[in-house]
């Protein structure tokens, strides 16, 4: 971005079931992050709630509490990318001038819903016909292993192997609603959910969390290292009308390349990433797209052990959402939190040495007719 953007602050709470209110757990996000920051919350011009099940206004009722002096709370809802929508909202206000200081904050309270496989679109007749011959999300994600396991020639093995991997980084987390390691035997006989999808290679569902961040155009002095926003990436997906390529993920490639020529920088660049690994297939499927590896070569990337803590570029080492979870409207902002924490050298017993640049991608609904209702990439550096 030719305006600079830094991250002054950032928090969440843990990831996992809270007995706590949606509106304790986004207050305490909020509070800690401005904390962070070294601000106190009248400094803050604006705050961009985001969520996807919490209903009207959301943003207003968990904040009442805070009395703050009537500062416009913009409320956002893109499915799973929501608050890494916020965040690029907030990054284009910002540079336009309208603010100098904001809040994202992503919370999401799905313990409530009882758990279970999240909801696809009520609101589109195509997405609920799928959704009515049993193509919830682990189905069109179990289409896509079947796809890569037929097209690639290798086993189920290298599915569950993503799940190791996370949830071994996720054990190194406290943020991590999971923080056991599992061994392929545990991931390959867990139940199955849609074949070759075992449960543990499906995110967790019932959890409760909330991330939240400070945006500014003010370089923060306090910190050693400032943490700016180098690009800012969000793509929707566009009219598939043939027999489309499952395996392409063509809007989180666009996305990518979008943010890659925003930051100046090329995949070889990277030092950690935090991606949308809400089903194990996903992972590999963003090696590809994210510009790692070339098609078809994702699951020999993932065995060289580079995406492993120690290797050329770490995937998730929060854990990603196998082990740290999945709370809708937290996950864009958390995995920010998580690249801004290793970046400047807080990770403790995850960090990444030496990380300088860090890339997170979240995407977003399903959609019968699409790839995906949104995918956003951003670049982070110091």
Not at 166 to 174: E, M, Y
């Amino acid at each position: 971005m030719k305006q600079p953007i830094y991250i002054a602050g950032v928090a969440m709470t843990p990831f996992g079931r809270h007995e706590a209110s949606i509106q304790d757990l986004a207050q305490t996000a909020v509070c800690q992050a401005v904390a962070d920051a070294g601000i106190e919350l009248p400094a803050v011009e604006a705050i961009y709630s985001c969520n996807v099940f919490g209903g009207m206004a959301l943003g207003q009722v968990m904040l009442r509490d805070l009395d703050l002096p009537g500062l416009p709370i913009y409320n956002v809802e893109n499915a799973c990318a929501s608050s890494a929508t916020g965040v690029h909202l907030a990054s284009h206000a910002l540079a336009a001038g309208v603010y100098e200081t904001v809040v994202i904050l992503g919370a999401e309270k799905l313990t409530a819903m009882g758990g279970g496989t999240i909801p696809m679109q009520r609101n589109d007749y195509m997405t609920e016909l799928y959704t009515r011959a049993g193509l919830a999300l682990p189905a069109v994600y179990a289409m896509r292993a079947t796809r890569y396991l037929h097209e690639f020639g290798v086993g189920a093995n290298v599915l569950g192997e993503v799940a190791v991997k996370n949830r071994r980084h996720g054990a190194l987390n406290p943020y991590a609603q999971t923080r056991t390691e599992v061994s392929i035997d545990e991931v390959m006989n867990s139940r199955m959910v849609f074949d070759p999808l075992t449960l543990l290679q499906c995110c967790p569902s019932a959890v409760d969390g909330a991330a939240a961040l400070v945006l500014t155009t003010k370089k923060p002095t306090q910190r050693a290292k400032a943490v700016r926003v180098m690009a800012s990436s969000i793509q929707s997906g566009k009219l598939e009308t043939g027999c489309d390529d499952i395996l392409a993920a063509e809007i989180t490639a666009r996305a990518a390349r979008k943010a890659y020529a925003e930051a100046g920088v090329k995949p070889s660049d990277i030092d950690l990433i935090e991606l949308h690994d809400a089903f194990s297939i996903a992972e590999l499927v963003y090696y590809n797209a994210l510009g790692l590896c070339e098609r078809g070569e994702a699951h020999e990337l993932l065995k060289s052990g580079a995406t492993a803590l120690g290797g050329r570029v770490p995937v998730n080492p929060s854990g990603g959402l196998l082990a740290k979870g999945h709370p809708l409207g937290a996950t864009g902002v958390a995995q920010m939190v998580e690249a801004v924490w290793q970046l400047e050298g807080r990770a403790g017993d995850r960090q990444v040495n030496g990380a300088s640049v860090a890339l997170t991608q979240c995407t977003g609904g399903g959609i019968a007719g699409v790839d995906h209702a949104a995918s956003a990439v951003h670049i982070l550096s110091t």
